[in-house]
Structures are given as structure tokens and as C-alpha cells.
């Protein structure tokens, strides 16, 4: 008994957090995302239901990329740290815990390009927000099938339909069903049995950050990688392949299809890099290798590479900065307040681990051995003011999402001071 429950408080949790739902609310003619359909119902008045607030209700047409063009093309490299920026964010930290880590990058347009940071080059378990290289994984694969046409690409998208299998489980996190003809609705874990479009599995990924989505996307990246031109597989070919194949190659070519794209934007391993799948479902076909770890410097060129439309081709990064669109309920970092009416372009992630300790009851977001909340925001504001933000912490025995929402006020502050 006392080794099985030294077992149990060693079980490290991935913890996704709650849905948050990005994607644009008018996405549904393009994507097929049925929860989409519901909320453009609930727009028009036509279903009873709330409204997102004024920051959540950016449409697709105005979702633009920031760094494409002469503005990008200078910040190929990060520049020197802005002084009055950087004494102002150093101002935040003296009381808090010392494992913060951030980069700050002011791009707002018509003022000059202000950076900031803290021990950005600090590595950390990036949890979900690693999810963002598997979403980079799926683009670069899906222009690989058509290179010539990105409208073909979003077709596929749409029309390929997807059972989750034991790729998908198991994850607790709930994510949304709605069905066009009943108009009914609901939450649960996924199952099985579900099916959903690629585009309603990288929403899931994203959106509630779903850990069996995630690894449903990743799936077919790597499938799209193996077949070419022949993708989809049938469910025979599908199974064949994952039978016939030594399990050694399948993890090289499956962190080869999520880390190549990072590194084809300059990100070196040491600064991000995703080394295992997300479910124990998927991890029974595909061990990990190489483990996974980010630093607030690898997630900011990320960031950046996006907005430079850099990521595969500019409508590739467009569609992914689209993915990360928060149009309803924001946690974390972006539920900071003065970001209400801002369109938020977000990311969270967090791991903890727990071990037995003598008056130290282990809840969520609360380990004692490891405890990592991340964030990665773009923020936009209606006044022009523009900014991308990328937070690492790993503060022992705290849920940090009251600080993490704290900084996004102060930092909000400075960079429109």
C-alpha cells in the first residue's frame, strides 16, 4: 500500500487549462467548426445564449499579421533591450518568486520597437503551450500536399473527418459539441468514438487546449508526412503503418515533424523543442524522445515569426495566428482586466508534480517538485497599441494564475505609458 501511494503522489499531472475557445466567431463557412456555428447563432440573435465581450468579437477579416514586410524585416534578430523599457519591467519582479522568465516586445506601429526581458533564456517544461509546434507541424505537412494551393489545404481541413481512437484518451479537459440540426450542446471529455474535422481538432488543441486533440493533430501531420500524396490512409493502411512500423522510426519521424518547422524559423532546440505526445493512448504507439522544454526567447521568435508570416507562408501564419484568437472566456494571463476589450491572441500552458510531503496536501497548479505556468499573448489594442508577451514561472506550492493575470495589468501598463 505505501508503495502504491508513493506512486500516486509521484504521477505527474498535465493539466490543460479550461476551454477558452479562440478562432474567430464568424470562422464557420470556412472551417466547418461547429462551435462556431452556434456562436454566430447566438450573434444574430437567432439562439438564445451570451455574447462574447467587445475584445472577442474581432472577425476574420480583421485578423492581421503585424510583421510582414519592411517592420519584420527588422527584427530578424531580437534588438538590444529598450532602457526605460527595461528598468520598468525590472521594476515588477524584486518580491516575486525568481523563477519569472519573460520577453516583452513592443511593436506598436508609427513608435519604435521596444524589447525586454528576464532570464529569457531559461528553459522550462512548456506544457500546452507546446501545442503551438504541433500546430506548426500540421501546416508545414499540409503545404508539403499543396504547395500551390492553400485553399486546398483548408478544404482538407474541413473535409477530412477524424475518430479520435486511442490517440484521444485519456484527457479529462471537456471540450464543446454542437449539433447544426438539434441546436443541442454540451461539454464532455473526448471519447473514442468521436469524430471531428482537422480543423475542429486543432481547435480543440488550442481552444481547450485538449491534450487528445493534440495528439489526434499530431497523428496526422505525421500521417500526412508518411503517405504524400496518398493521404488520407485508409483505417487499414492507417493501422498497417503503425503496426509495421519499428517504433524507433515512428518517434524520429514524428519529432521530426514537430521540431523541423521550429528550427526552419530559427529556433534552436535549447529554445523549444516538443519531444513527447500528449496522451498515454498516443505515447502506446509513439514514445517520446528527446524530452520537451521552452524559454520565454524561443517562444517570442515564435511569436514573431508568426506576425513576420514566416511559419510555412504567410497565409499558413495567418491561420494560425486565427487558432489562437481568444473569442470567449479568457484565463490566466489574458483575463487580466485592462485586456477586456483588447483582441488577445493567446496561449497557456502548465505541469506540476507532487511528492509526498509532511503537512502538504498536493491540489492542481499546486506541486511541490515542479509547478510550471506559461503564457504566450499577442495583444492588440484599439487604441494601436500592439504587443507580444511570452511568461514562464515555476513557483513551488502556488497557483500562479493571480500573478500571471497581475503582470498582464502592470505590463499592459508600462508598454502604454
Known amino acids: 500500500m505505501k508503495t502504491k501511494l508513493i506512486f500516486l503522489f509521484l504521477f505527474i499531472f498535465l493539466i490543460s487549462p479550461d476551454a477558452i475557445f479562440p478562432y474567430p466567431w464568424d470562422g464557420y463557412a470556412i472551417t466547418g467548426i461547429r462551435r462556431l456555428y452556434r456562436l454566430e447563432l447566438i450573434m444574430s440573435g437567432a439562439l438564445q445564449g451570451t455574447k462574447p465581450k467587445a475584445g472577442m468579437l474581432k472577425p476574420l477579416k480583421s485578423v492581421k499579421l503585424n510583421l510582414v514586410g519592411e517592420k519584420g524585416a527588422m527584427l530578424n534578430q531580437l534588438p538590444a533591450p529598450d532602457p526605460d523599457l527595461q528598468k520598468a519591467l525590472n521594476s515588477l519582479f524584486p518580491n516575486m518568486d525568481e523563477s519569472y522568465s519573460i520577453t516583452i516586445l513592443d511593436i506598436t ?26 500546430m506548426a507541424g500540421l501546416f508545414t505537412e499540409l503545404s508539403k500536399l499543396y504547395p500551390d494551393s492553400f485553399e486546398k489545404r483548408q478544404e482538407l481541413m474541413k473535409n477530412r473527418m477524424v475518430r479520435g481512437g486511442k490517440w484521444a484518451v485519456q484527457d479529462s479537459h471537456t471540450v464543446p459539441f454542437f449539433d447544426p440540426k438539434t441546436k443541442n450542446s454540451f461539454k464532455r471529455a473526448i471519447q473514442e468514438s468521436d469524430t471531428f474535422n482537422l480543423y475542429e481538432w486543432a481547435d480543440h488543441m488550442i481552444s481547450a487546449s485538449n491534450n487528445g486533440a493534440a495528439s489526434v493533430v499530431w497523428k496526422e501531420a505525421l500521417l500526412m508526412r508518411a503517405f504524400g500524396r496518398s493521404y488520407p490512409p485508409t483505417p487499414q493502411q492507417e493501422a498497417d503503418f503503425f503496426k509495421n512500423t519499428p517504433k524507433a522510426t515512428l518517434s524520429e519521424m514524428a519529432v521530426a515533424v514537430v521540431n523541423e518547422p521550429l528550427q526552419a524559423i530559427g529556433i534552436t532546440k535549447d529554445e523549444f523543442r516538443l519531444g513527447s505526445f500528449f496522451t498515454g493512448g498516443a505515447k502506446a504507439y509513439i514514445p517520446g524522445s528527446g524530452g520537451s522544454s521552452g524559454s520565454p526567447y524561443g517562444l517570442i521568435k515564435y511569436l514573431i515569426a508568426m506576425e513576420q508570416g514566416k511559419i510555412v507562408d504567410e497565409m499558413s501564419s495567418l491561420e494560425m495566428k486565427r487558432l489562437m484568437f481568444t473569442s470567449d472566456r479568457r484565463i490566466r494571463y489574458a483575463s487580466a482586466g485592462v485586456l477586456a476589450d483588447a483582441a488577445v491572441y493567446f496561449k497557456s500552458g502548465s505541469l506540476y508534480k507532487c511528492k509526498p510531503e509532511e503537512g502538504y496536501t498536493c491540489e492542481k497548479y499546486m506541486g511541490n517538485v515542479d509547478n510550471y505556468m506559461n503564457s504566450v499573448a499577442i ?36 508598454i502604454r505609458k
Open 379 to 414: 495583444i492588440e489594442h484599439d487604441d494601436g497599441t500592439i504587443y507580444l508577451v511570452a511568461l514562464m514561472s515555476n513557483v513551488l506550492k502556488k497557483n500562479s494564475s493571480k500573478d500571471h493575470y497581475g503582470l498582464a495589468a502592470q505590463i499592459d501598463r508600462i
Open 109 to 134: 506601429p508609427g513608435k519604435k520597437i521596444r524589447y525586454a526581458r528576464r532570464q529569457e533564456n531559461r528553459g522550462f517544461m512548456p506544457g500546452s503551450v507546446a501545442k503551438l509546434a504541433v
